[in-house]
């Protein structure tokens, strides 16, 4: 069975109220909550927050009483905003909706994400409007001109007082510009100027004889004037024209404001005199009630409201809204809002139906378009408003300090919180029985009596410390939860008698209760020091009317877990908000399931759910336990979320209330505030949503500077950009905003930057975006935008270029290309040179080898030829050696014979002796020519020397002479 189908009750249940008294978004006792119980099912119980019975069902339907609050207002002071200096400011709007402010000094234009200074020249700046052009129209002391739009959503100043003669400018002092179709007229308090509509010329205007310009009053096209003694006048072209029946006017001090009446008529608010009407012919007082006020306290400016209504501004006491009728709705003071009673300057209203404010402490924006209505400390309601419930139509709030009843507002009063002076004690539930509206305390049971407004105490036994209590939707019981105990009343006529006590064990405490339309008694228990949170269950026994034995109720674990932080009822369904989301209950399984319908409202990501209350037509409105509001609600067959951006600032939630007939729902705020949302309140916006890029810059930290060097400006609409960057500014931040003022801060964007990233970044409410280090090349930054209430804006693009690094240009490669091929050439030319080089050493060295070679060649033939020559010396010198060595052997072998003979005389003897000695002499002479012959044979051992042998032996022949000489 599919859990999102179980239908837990009988048909359709009323809605019922979920309340959480513990603190919101207690970090301390979340830290101590146990993360995880082991078994078969992990049950993760705390603060299950459950109502008994229909909040605001009415008691009576007699009259329906219309309590009215004080719109959401958002102030900007210079505390806040150095931009603003002054105060008397003027507003104007164009088509893209920024806004712009005269603000003394300067004229600031506001995006919805801040006060930006127009770069203008210094100068005392008085009146601004736009043209159907969008041209902004600037009027300073001595000045006059307009921004107009350049080709890049840039915007430029052009001056139109030196189309005037000197003596004309120097009376230029705007006090009013108002742009129409036939021109621009431009007051000043001695002359009305008319600016051509092509801006080529400007006209001066006179007053009319006897009279003096007071203010300028602009209405559907239709300029009027306020001339001092003379009356209103119309503008038609270059002519003043008297309007008839406005005569009494004549000697008021300033007409503020002229707005049209509903049907027909026109609205004039005098500064001094009060309201009056104009029908076309006849000037009467209107609605005297208002009027006395607004004269009472000075009447600065008027302004119709988008519902009919007016809104006025007042010299003194802040601004009073009413009706079509002229009753007063509510007064905003400083009490309530406003950042000084007193207003100045002009009030403006947006395009989105918000009023801007100019008073002496800073501008105002009033949200009157919100559905969203604040009740503070200044309508008399003190503590925490913890329920209500209607009484005979009127309203009754119970806090954490007693009862209020809710009286509305009448003339020059809003609506105030009147105290039940017989209730004590802290209010735990305004409950319905049969027989009339009863409150419970935290010690007490009250019955409610209407006429007149009292409280007076049914039962006499006082509880201790009760802490919720429950009635169920036959209005016959009531269960209160106090200490230890489950204390069970039952209506017997008109009274009411304890019926049951449900008992609990020690350390277990019931602390939340809530009686189904089953009759079914559910009952949230804190048990132990750590104050675990169990859910039981007590069915009803018709029989006896009491209820039975209890049962624990289980939860089935989903995706990070099924922690019950409060529980309700819609469209028939019991739905629990746990920290993963939203679960259903099981009645066939007993336990709580998890939702896939109500969670995938989240996109998958469903949030801790904090409070929750369900209304009859299936919505469950919630909060989510880190801050912020919302809803779902059914559309066909799934769940969509509902956003409510103003919620998101509220602060801590303390209780979730629907007015009977789910018309309203009521917020108790932990500060005492009391808020009410209109529940069938949608805006669907008549105008384009569109951001814009409002600039391009470098931040400080990516140059070494002072401030962010911007690049791009002043931005301001769609298709802006093309940018060429030097690569250098290759790390940029762009900033961007989206002009939609309602729940501005709850705007979100989200970028692309195609060329680097095709994907869309995630939503964020930072409004601007770094890029770092890009690479050269073509990019284009698109940026769309969701409004707090969850409509998407159309995408702006933004085209901008890097150019590449100087080394890596076209003519960067131009040069390197031309560099290469020099140094290709230059290349080419030096290993040419150095293979020319190396042809002509190899030439020169085959020239000398060759030279070598030849005469190496002609030494070797003269080797050889004196080889042969010397060999055949050799040889002879051999054959020689030969052939006298034996007649030498001879001649030795004779003389040593004659030298044995003993006849020979000694002279003989010495003669033979020498002749044997020249014989041996020439003997070694003959060996030494036998040794040439071998001279050749011997192998080469070392480095070759020339010998010439032939110059050798002479000198050997001649030492030899030499010794022979000497011996002789």
């Avoid at 459950?50 to 605001?56: D, M, N």
């Avoid at 509902?642 to 629907?658: H, S, T």
């Amino acid at each position: 069975m599919n859990p999102d189908d179980d239908i837990t009750g009988a048909g359709m249940l009323s809605p019922v109220t979920n309340r959480n008294t513990r603190a919101f978004g207690s970090a301390g006792a979340r830290a101590r909550r146990p993360r995880a119980r082991r078994g078969a099912f992990t049950i993760l119980l705390s603060t299950l927050l459950l109502a008994p019975c229909a909040p605001g069902v009415a008691f009576s339907d007699t009259r329906v009483q219309r309590v009215r609050g004080i719109p959401v207002i958002e102030t900007f002071t210079a505390a806040d905003y150095p931009e603003l200096h002054g105060r008397d400011n003027q507003f104007a709007q164009d088509g893209d909706g920024f806004l712009y402010v005269t603000d003394t000094r300067a004229v600031l234009e506001f995006d919805g994400v801040g006060f930006h200074t127009l770069p203008l020249a210094r100068g005392s700046y008085r009146a601004v409007a736009v043209d159907s052009l969008d041209r902004v129209f600037i009027g300073a002391v001595g000045r006059f001109g307009y921004l107009a739009p350049r080709e890049r959503g840039e915007r430029r100043y052009d001056p139109l007082d030196t189309l005037l003669g000197p003596e004309a400018r120097a009376r230029i002092d705007p006090l009013e510009i108002a742009a129409t179709d036939g021109g621009v007229y431009v007051l000043n308090p001695s002359a009305l100027l008319r600016v051509q509509p092509g801006g080529g010329a400007i006209t001066e205007i006179p007053a009319p004889a006897g009279g003096s310009f007071q203010t300028m009053l602009h209405d559907r096209g239709r300029v009027f004037v306020h001339v001092k003694d003379v009356g209103l006048c119309e503008l038609s072209g270059d002519s003043l024209s008297v309007i008839r029946g406005t005569e009494p006017l004549a000697d008021h001090y300033f007409i503020r404001e002229l707005v049209p009446l509903p049907g027909a008529g026109l609205l004039i608010a005098s500064e001094d005199r009060g309201l009056y009407r104009y029908d076309g012919s006849e000037l009467r007082r209107w609605n005297i009630a208002l009027s006395d006020f607004v004269e009472k306290h000075g009447a600065m400016s008027v302004k119709s409201l988008p519902d009919g209504g007016f809104a006025v501004c007042t010299y003194k006491s802040g601004v009073v809204l009413a009706n079509r009728d002229g009753s007063i709705r509510t007064v905003i003071t400083s009490d309530n809002g406003l950042p000084s009673d007193i207003t100045f300057g002009g009030s403006f209203l947006d395009r989105e139906g918000g009023l801007w404010v100019s008073t002496a402490e800073g501008i105002a924006r009033i949200e009157l378009s919100s559905g969203i209505e604040l009740f503070n400390e200044s309508f008399g309601l003190e503590g925490v408003v913890k329920d209500m419930a209607r009484v005979n139509g009127e309203l009754w709030f119970g806090s954490t300090l007693g009862l209020y009843r809710a009286v509305p507002g009448t003339a020059g009063r809003s609506a105030r919180f009147v105290p039940v002076d017989s209730v004590h004690g802290a209010t735990v539930r305004l409950l319905r029985l049969r027989n009339g509206p009863y409150l419970a305390t935290n010690v007490k049971l009250h019955r409610l009596i209407a006429d007149p407004p009292a409280a007076v105490d049914v039962y006499d036994q006082q509880w201790t410390g009760a802490t919720a209590a429950a009635a169920d939707q036959s209005g016959e019981r009531i269960a209160v939860c106090g200490y230890r105990h489950v204390y069970i009343y039952e209506r017997t006529g008109d009274h009411v008698e304890l019926n049951d006590t449900l008992s609990f064990p020690p350390q277990a405490e019931p602390i939340r209760a809530l009686i189904r339309g089953d009759s079914a008694l559910w009952v949230t228990i804190a048990v132990g020091e750590r104050r675990e949170r169990i859910v039981s269950r007590f069915e009803l026994d018709p029989g006896s009317g009491r209820y039975g034995a209890r049962e624990q109720v289980g939860v089935e674990p989903g995706a990070g877990g099924g922690e019950v932080l409060t529980v309700t009822t819609a469209a028939g369904r019991l739905v629990a908000g746990t920290h993963a989301g939203f679960y259903l209950y099981r009645a066939h399984e007993r336990r709580f399931a998890p939702s896939a319908r109500l969670n995938d409202a989240f996109d998958g990501s469903p949030p801790p759910i904090e409070y929750a209350v369900g209304d009859s037509e299936g919505r469950i409105w919630f909060v989510r336990e880190n801050g912020g509001a919302g809803c779902i609600e059914p559309v066909g067959d799934r769940y969509r979320k509902r956003a409510i951006p103003d919620f998101d600032n509220l602060g801590v939630i303390r209780a979730l209330m629907l007015e009977p007939g789910d018309s309203a729902l009521w917020v108790g705020l932990a500060n005492g505030r009391l808020l009410r949302y209109h529940v069938g309140w949608s805006e669907t916006p008549s105008f384009a949503i569109r951001p814009a890029i409002r600039r391009a810059v470098i931040p400080a930290e990516f140059v070494d500077s002072d401030g962010d060097s911007v690049l791009f400006g002043d931005g301001r609409g769609v298709d802006a950009g093309g940018l060429e960057l030097a690569y250098r500014f290759n790390s940029l931040r762009f900033h961007y905003a989206l002009p939609v003022f309602g729940g501005r801060l709850h705007n979100e964007y989200q970028t692309r930057l195609l060329g680097f990233n095709d994907t869309w970044s995630a939503w964020t409410r930072e409004s601007y975006r770094d890029f770092t280090d890009l690479g050269e090349g073509l990019y284009t930054l698109e940026v769309r935008a969701r409004t707090g209430d969850g409509i998407v804006s159309e995408t702006i693009t933004f085209p901008f270029e890097i150019h590449p690094p100087w080394f890596r240009t076209w003519w960067a490669f131009l040069l390197w290309s031309v560099l290469l091929a020099g140094a290709v050439v230059l290349i080419v030319r030096w290993r040419l040179a150095a293979v020319q080089n190396q042809r002509r050493r190899l030439e020169q060295l085959v020239r000398v080898r060759s030279e070598e070679l030849k005469r190496a060649e002609e030494e070797e033939k003269q080797l050889l030829l004196e080889t042969e020559r010397l060999s055949t010396k050799n040889k002879l010198a051999a054959t020689i050696a030969h052939e006298f060595n034996n007649p030498l052997a001879i001649i030795q072998g004779m003389c040593e014979l004659i030298e044995r003979g003993k006849q020979l005389p000694p002279d003989d003897r010495d003669r033979m002796t020498r002749i044997r000695n020249q014989v041996t002499r020439m003997h070694e002479h003959v060996k030494r020519l036998a040794d040439l012959e071998h001279l050749h044979e011997i192998p080469y051992a070392g480095s070759s020397t020339i010998i010439d042998l032939y110059a050798k032996r002479e000198r050997r022949e001649e030492n030899s002479g030499h010794e022979d000489s000497s011996t002789d």
